[in-house]
């Protein structure tokens, strides 16, 4: 893969599980960079990862 294709994909994966994980009540600037980093490995994570239950 290119640079220059690869990087924006990578960064809209970060994007993508961020928006992910916040929809789930966890923390977007953490999620933007894990998934940032491990790409659609990532997404899968943030996917899978449970809702946030709140504190009663």
Excluded: H
């Excluded at 599980?17 to 009540?25: E, L, P, Q, R, S």
């Excluded at 977007?28 to 894990?34: E, I, K, N, V």
């Amino acid at each position: 893969m290119k640079l220059e294709l690869g990087i924006p994909v990578w960064l809209l994966c970060g994007i993508l599980g961020a928006w992910i994980a916040t929809t789930k009540g966890r923390g977007g600037c953490f999620w933007f960079l894990a998934c940032a980093a491990l790409g659609p490995i990532g997404l899968v994570f943030a996917a899978v990862v449970s809702k946030k239950k709140p504190n009663d």
